[in-house]
Nanobody, 123 residues
Framework: QVQLVESGGGLVQAGGSLRVSCAAS????????MGWFRQAPGKEREFVAC????????YYADSVKGRFTISRDNAKKTMYLQMNGLQPGDRAVYYC????????????????WGQGTQVTVSS
């Protein structure tokens, strides 16, 4: 069982930075691959990034590659998404997800989701 709670969203100017966090609970946290998705109004849920259970492997959507960095601290049971060079197109609700396997996480089929945190970018 994994429970996920996102935090850290807010309003930032274009070109600025923001870090969102996903706090997890559950005895199997250390074995979970995790990832970030986002959903903007009127658009489908979009893959952002994911990370393997030990942090050895990461994947990024082309739209955020070079600007966003995903990381995790298993001792703190927390995953992070550092977002630099934010643009208006990054405005969305950001969700974290988890699964024991990477493939379901990358495909948005992990089955575990947080409540989301809103990120707004002003011009």
């Amino acid at each position: 069982q994994v429970q996920l709670v996102e935090s850290g969203g807010g309003l930032v100017q274009a070109g600025g930075s923001l870090r969102v966090s996903c706090a997890a609970s559950g005895r199997t946290f250390g074995n979970q691959a995790m990832g970030w998705f986002r959903q903007a109004p009127g658009k489908e849920r979009e893959f952002v990034a994911c990370i393997s259970w030990n942090g050895a492997s990461t994947y990024y959507a082309d739209s955020v590659k070079g600007r966003f960095t995903i990381s995790r601290d298993n001792a703190k049971k927390t995953m992070y998404l550092q977002m630099n060079g934010l643009q208006p197109g990054d405005r969305a609700v950001y969700y974290c997800t988890a699964n024991i396997k990477m493939a379901p996480v990358r495909g948005g089929r992990g089955g575990y989701w947080g409540q989301g945190t809103q990120v707004t970018v002003s011009s």
